[in-house]
């Protein structure tokens, strides 16, 4: 098992300029997350997903933008990247029927310049 | 929605000594699970503990340990006999209909 898988790793975007950042899962989970952490901070929720066509805002939701065509995949999209934008962003899943752990992207360093 | 929060931004610990990190949270479920994550410096996020809500009695992992108070919702982390390995963030997260994140405590183990 791959567990969550998190492409790419680093990234440097202009102002302005557009994105995606990959995650795949491979445990059937059917919750997904996911979340920006700034520097010394916790983690940020920005978008969930509790299953296939189903997304829903968390915390800090502007500026992104997601979908979940399949169980496996939850992309995040980043459209006019700006600055404020520049953090580590991680992706997790979970199973909903028992929860008994979140699984892990290794994180994506997205700088905004 | 839910509120996690971690009071405590960073703490020192002798090693081999007892340290406890605190957690409170707010909800309006009755149906969650709350955990201890670990972050070192690689950013991997390592689960320490879980406690189930319908649960009474508070969970144990080796050296680590939860005082889990549901009606003052409060989840504070106890760890002994510290060792320099302990040595990384720690976050406390609620997973009801979503998932969230304290603050963070950076702890720091001290030979």
């Known amino acids: 098992n791959a567990g969550v898988t998190q492409t790419p790793k680093f990234r440097i975007l202009k102002i302005g300029q557009s994105m995606t950042l990959q995650c795949t899962q491979d445990?059937?989970?059917?919750?997904m997350y996911w979340y920006r952490q700034d520097p010394g901070m916790g983690l940020k929720l920005i978008y969930y997903s509790v299953g296939a066509g189903i997304t829903d805002k968390g915390e800090v939701p502007n500026g992104y933008n997601v979908s979940r065509s399949t169980t496996e995949d939850f992309p995040l999209r980043l459209e006019l990247a700006a600055p404020s934008q520049t953090s580590v962003y991680f992706c997790?899943?979970?199973?909903?029927?028992?929860?008994?752990?979140?699984?892990f992207g290794q994180g994506t360093r997205l700088t905004v310049v | 929605a839910q509120t996690v929060t971690q009071s405590q931004p960073e703490m020192s610990v002798q090693e081999a000594e007892t340290v406890t990190l605190s957690c409170t949270y707010d909800t309006s479920e009755n149906n969650y699970y709350l955990f201890w994550y670990k972050q070192p410096p690689s950013r991997q996020m390592i689960l320490v503990i879980r406690?189930?809500?319908?649960?009474?009695q508070n969970a144990t992992e080796n050296r680590f340990s939860v005082n889990f108070q549901k009606a003052a919702k409060s989840f504070s982390l106890k760890i002994s006999d510290s060792q320099l390995g302990d040595t990384a963030m720690y976050f406390c997260?609620?997973?009801?209909?979503?998932?969230?994140f304290g603050a963070g405590t950076r702890l720091t183990v001290k030979p």
């Open positions: 997260a609620f997973i009801g209909h979503d998932m969230r």
């Open positions: 997790a899943s979970t199973n909903l029927d028992t929860r008994i752990e979140a699984f």
């Open positions: 406690q189930e809500a319908y649960k009474q």
């Open positions: 445990m059937n989970h059917n919750y």
